[in-house]
């Protein structure tokens, strides 16, 4: 078991999913590439590490994904090209792109699951507590989340998942945990945790959404853990095991989260997360929220008989 300390310096991406959900977008592009308003998907994902202190990164990566290695890199004729023109705000933004962390790559070959993935994490990772971030899950940076896991986790040692309280009806859609009170208002202990509950079988309405502070005993334990849910080995079951087992890798802790968080994992989270995010934004949020208004509302009478739009 890792003694508690303070500090994580690794974190892990999973960026080797088919993105099948939004072919034929994805069909040449990965999905992590997807707009969110003006930014790829995935350079919220890595801000974030940076904002919490980590500027090491490991993306798992996968086939047709080398725009994401093309991404953080630098591109030299397109910066010059920029200043040549004095065009200052764009070469700023084209340049923040190219990550403060240092990014390393490595293939997971066979797309067996999101704990497959992250054990292709071990080499690079080695014996310290690690982050892991799943992209389809963005948290707005007003919201900080990652750096509170990272004091929970050097404050209780072992492993932290991210919670997030959900109407019942969307549980088993989660990873989900049964918990009880540590006395700290945001911070649980998990006593189990089950992978995408089927109706009825949920043990609450915490679900583990996709933030992760992990102690590197999981390793081991994902290196024997059979495929799970959807033939594939899932995080979740070995983070079962380290719940169920506290001298294998420390307790399991779970923060709840109560901010803004945006889900960018199919077609339907993906438009409201760039409506809400375009909103947000400073530049445009004026403009386009005028426009949202005045759309909706001479839009409403094709609505009038049906349920009220979302
Ligand atoms: C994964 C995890 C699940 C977690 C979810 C969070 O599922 O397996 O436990 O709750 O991410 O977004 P996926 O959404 O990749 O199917």
Redesign the pocket.
């Known amino acids: 078991m890792t003694t508690p300390r303070r500090g994580i310096s690794k974190a892990v991406i999973p960026a080797a999913?088919l993105g099948t959900r939004f072919l034929p977008a994805t069909k040449a592009t990965p999905k992590e590439m997807l707009p969110v308003v003006d930014r790829p998907a995935i350079q919220y994902v890595v801000e974030e590490v940076v904002d919490a202190g980590i500027h090491d990164v490991l993306m798992i990566t996968g086939r047709n994904k080398r725009p994401l290695e093309d991404h953080f890199d630098r591109n030299w004729e397109l910066e010059e090209a920029l200043r040549h023109k004095g065009d200052l705000g764009r070469l700023a933004q084209v340049q923040r792109a190219t990550s403060p962390a240092a990014i390393h790559y490595v293939r997971q070959g066979d797309p067996r699951?999101?704990g497959h993935a992250v054990l292709c994490a071990a080499p690079h990772v080695g014996n310290e507590p690690f982050a892991v971030l799943?992209g389809?899950?963005l948290i707005d940076p007003r919201d900080p989340l990652l750096s509170r896991m990272v004091d929970v986790q050097a404050e209780h040692g072992g492993s932290v998942v991210a919670l997030m309280e959900v109407d019942e009806s969307q549980i088993g859609?989660?990873?989900?945990a049964a918990v009880h009170g540590t006395g700290q208002a945001d911070v649980l202990r998990v006593d189990r945790?089950v992978?995408?509950p089927a109706p009825g079988e949920a043990p609450s309405n915490y679900?583990?959404?996709?933030r992760y502070v992990l102690d590197p005993a999981v390793f081991d334990v994902l290196a024997r853990t059979e495929p799970g849910?959807?033939g594939e080995v899932?995080?979740?079951d070995a983070l079962q095991q380290l719940a169920a087992d506290p001298s294998i890798g420390g307790p399991v802790h779970g923060v709840v989260f109560r901010g803004r968080r945006y889900?960018t994992?199919d077609r339907l989270e993906y438009l409201r997360a760039v409506v809400q995010l375009a909103c947000e934004r400073e530049d445009l949020g004026d403009p386009f929220r005028r426009w949202l208004q005045e759309y909706v509302t001479a839009s409403m009478p094709f609505y009038a008989d049906d349920a009220v739009p979302v």
């Open positions: 999913g699951g999101l799943l389809d899950d859609l989660y990873g989900c945790l992978e995408k679900a583990v959404i996709g849910r959807g899932q995080l979740t889900d994992g």
